[in-house]
Nanobody, 121 residues
Framework: QVQVVESGGGLVQAGGSLTLSCEYS????????VEWLHQAPGKQRDLVAQ???????TYSDSVKGRFTISSDNAKNSVYLQMNSLKPEDTGVYLC???????????????WGQGTQVTVSS
């Protein structure tokens, strides 16, 4: 199957920056899209950013202009550059990889375990 691993989280002061990484490995996958989602304490998961196989990107209104999603297909990786961080950005950031593998008729989605981001005021 496909393994998804996030990294790059940590503690940062408000106004600071972090870069999160999402690396997928295992069964070869043809990517449809990759997403970053944010789960604040006690809240549901919210979509932060998405990048498609063609490189199209979309962002939630709350991060537009501050976060940038990018991909490196050669490294099977997707990144989230987070600038001008705010305390409300605190939470777990999860990567969701959606695509097709040889043994499945339909595309499948794969989650990582998440990486914690804490923004202090």
């Amino acid at each position: 199957q496909v393994q998804v691993v996030e990294s790059g989280g940590g503690l940062v002061q408000a106004g600071g920056s972090l870069t999160l990484s999402c690396e997928y490995s295992g069964t070869p996958i043809t990517i449809n899209y990759v997403e970053w989602l944010h789960q604040a304490p006690g809240k549901q998961r919210d979509l932060v950013a998405q990048i498609t196989s063609s490189g199209m990107t979309t962002y939630s209104d709350s991060v537009k202009g501050r976060f940038t999603i990018s991909s490196d297909n050669a490294k099977n990786s997707v990144y989230l550059q987070m600038n001008s961080l705010k305390p409300e950005d605190t939470g777990v950031y999860l990567c969701y990889v959606y695509g097709s593998i040889p043994t499945s008729v339909w595309p499948l989605g794969y989650w990582g375990q998440g990486t914690q981001v804490t923004v202090s005021s």
